[in-house]
């Protein structure tokens, strides 16, 4: 495809459960954003990698949430514990560089009951 | 924090008409103000963008006027259509560790254009 992929689209997960959501960059993007859009919150960074570093995790907002980036492509944000607060979109977003524009995959919807 | 502050937060516009939707700032370290327009189910897709040495930008119905001085920013859809109904947001762009770049974003404004 030639945007941004993220998956699943959709996840309901109990309180307490562990969950992994995916993202698939746009191919040759260097730089990758997890960002969260939440009701009270709007949206907010969550982390950046360039390759496959993480030089700013400064968005994290606890020590449940960590993400990695393999082969400089795919990434993944993974929620341990989730917690009801946690219910958001992730929003998955890639670019050329650490200055190009960003492009947004359609994000996934995540929600905990 | 919110360093963004977006107006108004839903706006209802006859079509043909002007939507125009405000943002201001604080961090004058910002070097680059988007917009974004963002369907039900889809992520935000950047629509035009402006940096502060320049007052205007145009690119067909879509204008930013940017006021450096008071710190603030305006987006304008010109001759709005229903297919214009989306939510907007503006964005600051400031660099983070590494070379790379975050957004901060507004708290979105829901345009509804009607026949």
């Known amino acids: 495809g030639a945007g941004v992929s993220q998956s699943p689209s959709n996840k309901v997960t109990e309180k307490g459960k562990d969950v992994e959501l995916r993202c698939d960059p746009i191919?040759?993007?260097?730089?990758l954003y997890w960002y969260r859009q939440s009701l009270g919150q709007g949206l907010e960074f969550l982390i950046y990698f360039q390759g496959n570093s993480a030089p700013d995790k400064s968005g994290l907002p606890s020590d449940r949430f960590s993400a990695e980036r393999t082969g400089g492509s795919v990434s993944t944000l993974t929620i341990q514990r989730t917690q009801q607060e946690d219910s958001a979109v992730y929003l998955c977003?890639?670019?050329?560089?650490?200055?190009?524009?960003?492009?947004f995959g359609q994000g996934t919807r995540l929600t905990v009951v | 924090q919110q360093q963004v502050k977006q107006s108004p937060q839903s706006l209802i516009v006859q079509k043909g008409g002007i939507s125009i939707i405000n943002c201001a700032y604080e961090n004058t370290a910002f070097d680059y103000f988007p917009w974004y327009q963002q369907f039900p189910g889809k992520g935000p897709a950047l629509l035009i963008a402006i940096r502060p040495d320049v007052s205007e930008k145009k690119e067909g119905r879509f204008t930013i006027s940017f006021n450096k001085s008071a710190k603030q920013f305006s987006l304008h859809i010109m001759d709005s259509q229903p297919g214009d109904s989306a939510t907007y947001f503006c964005?600051?762009?400031?660099?983070?560790?590494?070379?790379?770049?975050?957004?901060?974003f507004g708290t979105g404004t829901q345009l509804k254009v009607e026949l």
């Open positions: 977003a890639s670019s050329l560089g650490g200055g190009s524009e960003a492009f």
């Open positions: 191919s040759g993007h260097t730089a």
């Open positions: 964005a600051e762009r400031s660099w983070v560790t590494g070379g790379g770049n975050k957004l901060t």
